[in-house]
């Protein structure tokens, strides 16, 4: 299957109001969420472009086979046009709606790998928090556990495919 990662455009003045990750004709759907009167800040502004007698402009920005690479190229687009300048409700990556288990184990694994890229593999031990030191090692002991418990669901190419953003990647081996 072929994913890509696109763009709605306001043609009134260029702007990217909204990214998104689809297959087949989903760059298509929106217009018609909007018409069918569904409420949102991207349906509401896609009715604002057709009133002034405009089309709405997409754009494709990238291809992928990959699911987790387009949701991953996804998310840093949206964050890099600023999620404040988009109607994206989410910051990309995925959607509750899409199965709340797939976007938690997502989250899962970044909020893991950001950590552990962070600390630099054990050279940071313990950081303070609300005026109390906090030993890092088992917090980070017990993520990694989290992380091989969705590998084991998901598979280590799907967690790696994640991680390797933040330069790390998950051996097939548990952390205990």
């Known amino acids: 299957m072929s994913y890509y990662v696109y763009e709605l455009i306001d043609p009134r003045d260029k702007s990217v ?7 087949g004709k989903r760059i298509d759907h929106h217009e018609l969420e909007a018409r069918r009167g569904r ?8 009715r604002e472009i057709e009133s002034a007698g405009l089309l709405v402009a997409k754009r494709k920005v990238k291809q992928f086979s990959d699911e987790v690479e387009a949701y991953l190229f996804e998310a840093d687009h949206i964050e890099a046009l600023g999620l404040h300048n988009l109607t994206n409700v989410l910051p990309g990556g995925g959607s509750p709606r899409a199965g709340s ?3 938690a184990d ?12 962070r600390c630099g593999a054990g050279k940071v031990k313990a950081v303070e928090f609300l005026g109390q030191r906090l030993e890092l090692e088992p ?3 017990g993520m990694k556990n989290a992380v091989f418990k ?27």
């Open 106 to 117: 997502r989250v899962r694994v970044r909020v893991a790998a950001e950590l552990i890229a």
């Open 139 to 141: 917090i980070i002991r």
């Open 150 to 176: 969705i590998a084991e669901r998901r598979g280590i190419d799907w967690v790696n495919g994640i991680a390797k953003k933040y330069h790390l990647e998950f051996s097939n081996v548990p952390a205990v």
């Open 101 to 103: 288990s797939t976007y």
């Open 17 to 23: 109001f909204y990214v998104g990750k689809g297959t």
């Open 39 to 46: 409420v949102s800040r991207k349906c509401d502004r896609i």
